[in-house]
């Protein structure tokens, strides 16, 4: 049973507060109290949110389409027909790859394009499938189903491989020692690309060829 002098006692305490609360001069410490309140929990869902964008877009180019596997393979892939950091109008996609390579955190690829080619690969055609000892390679590739190899011990096969979509455009970077390949396994569309080297290759004795004997 609760004790009289006691409940008599905590309404004498609170008798004070109580008739200050009911006066009109008490509405404007309410309404701070409140908007302090309002204050605290839209920071804390602010701190929140940013903290789980931070996490989600961490070593990946903003707004890039990264599966799994392209970590692994130095490569950061774009949508050719949405809006994005290759694609900021209607006009079609336009790109700096050594900038665009750099930006995305990849590592080992051209510092710059001492040497540049540009080329196709058909239906069922291969480029690469070698090793360049003297220099590091950027690589814009685009147009059809194409399969990128990048060689990576950290895999337990010795490579990483993904495949890029017809409507899109991959940025791909093969560091010097690294052997690498392009296969293009569309039935109907060719592959394009164009590869950027840091330094001229004047023989082929710095280059190793048909690394992969599967391809």
């Excluded at 027909?81 to 900021?88: A, E, N």
């Excluded at 190899?149 to 017809?166: D, M, P, Q, T």
């Amino acid at each position: 049973m609760a004790n009289p002098r006691r409940i008599v006692t905590e309404n004498t305490r609170l008798s004070p507060l109580i008739n200050l609360l009911k006066k009109p001069q008490a509405f404007p410490l309410l309404l701070f109290f409140f908007l302090f309140l309002t204050w605290i929990t839209l920071r804390l869902q602010h701190s929140s949110h940013l903290s789980s964008h931070t996490k989600k877009s961490h070593h990946h180019h903003p707004d890039s389409e990264v599966v799994d596997e392209d970590d692994k393979a130095n490569l950061v892939r774009f949508g050719s027909t949405s809006i994005s950091p290759i694609r900021k109008d209607d006009r079609g996609w336009l790109l700096d790859p050594v900038t665009l390579a750099r930006d995305s955190q990849l590592h080992g690829g051209a510092a710059s394009c001492v040497s540049i080619h540009v080329g196709e690969i058909k239906p069922g055609g291969l480029r690469g499938n070698h090793r360049h000892h003297t220099c590091n390679e950027t690589f814009v590739i685009w147009g059809a189903k194409t399969r990128f190899r990048l060689e990576n011990h950290n895999v337990e096969k010795g490579y990483a491989e993904v495949l890029i979509g017809e409507d899109e455009v991959a940025v791909a970077v093969s560091p010097s020692g690294t052997a690498h390949a392009i296969v293009n396994v569309d039935p109907v569309r060719s592959t394009f690309l164009i590869g950027c080297q840091d330094s001229n290759l004047h023989n082929s004795s710095s280059s190793d060829y048909k690394i992969w004997k599967d391809l």
